[in-house]
């Protein structure tokens, strides 16, 4: 059963599937799709080659699919793709992708994004994501899963964040931050691992493992790529492997303040 509002505009072809709510003067265009179970709210704009899964709540005046804020985009065929129950809240901005970046936007499943949330163009966001007010992503971003952004924090292009890693609020992010670890600051710089949210999701042994490994990596005094590799080739852990991985196949960097040595 659909429950459209009598002042929604759906255009034709879109595809609406079962037990969808449409809200008052929300526009739906013809190229996109929304699965079963989605609720949009009032005065939402839905444009686009948007494909939208099962299960999602958009909120009211929320815009999604919109042409990509690049200079270079010259109505290229490009999409935004979305998983299933995300909840988008009002006034976010979702663009599709381009075609420098591979002419797709593409969100996962279980995200949360609040109000004022901006996702440019080609951004790649994993699982289990929570994104606070006003956090805003430049384009070709990539979030793994599990990461949380902290309101007002403006992430920049290219940056790569991996899984359960947390930016503070009020942060400015230029460079990529590992995963499991925790960043703040303008210019954000690591502080440390991202204890609370390991704590709730891996096992002890892991996170002791991950806290040898961070002091190998930052508080060493050895160059970081170098000390990466070398964990990367003689650990046994999974999670120890994956932050070394990260960090040797960084392109932007990685952003940490050097403990002082006071031998």
Do not use: W
Not at 8 to 33: K, L, P, Q
Not at 189 to 202: A, D, K
Request: aromatic share 6%; net charge negative.
């Amino acid at each position: 059963m659909l429950k459209i509002h009598p002042t929604a505009i759906i255009e034709d072809g879109a595809s609406i599937g079962e037990n969808v709510t449409i809200g008052a003067y929300a526009f739906v265009s013809s190229r996109a799709s929304i699965g079963d179970g989605t609720t949009i709210g009032a005065y939402t704009l839905i444009d686009g080659k948007t494909t939208i899964g099962k299960n999602n709540q958009i909120f009211s005046h929320a815009t999604i699919g919109s042409i990509p804020q690049d200079l270079k985009y010259n109505g290229e065929d490009v999409e935004l793709i979305i998983g299933d129950n995300n909840k988008i809240r009002e006034y976010t901005l979702l663009n599709p992708g381009t075609i420098g970046g591979g002419s797709v936007t593409k969100i996962g499943n279980g995200n949360l994004l609040m109000g004022y949330v901006h996702l440019g163009h080609d951004v790649i966001m994993g699982d289990n994501c929570i994104l606070a007010n006003g956090a805003t992503l430049a384009g070709h971003v990539e979030l793994g899963n599990n990461v949380v952004i902290g309101g007002l924090t403006p992430i920049h292009q290219f940056v790569h964040i991996g899984d359960f890693a947390m930016i503070a609020g009020a942060s400015a992010l230029s460079q990529d931050i590992p995963p499991y670890c925790l960043a703040e600051g303008n210019r954000a710089v690591i502080r440390g691992l991202n204890l609370t949210g390991l704590r709730r999701h891996i096992p002890r042994e892991d996170i002791d493992g991950l806290k040898i490994a961070y002091k190998k990596l930052f508080e060493s005094h050895n160059p970081i790529q170098e000390v990466a590799k070398d964990i990367l080739e003689h650990s046994n852990s999974e999670v120890v492997k994956k932050l070394s991985k990260f960090i040797v196949e960084s392109k932007r960097g990685i952003p940490f303040v050097r403990v002082k040595d006071n031998g």
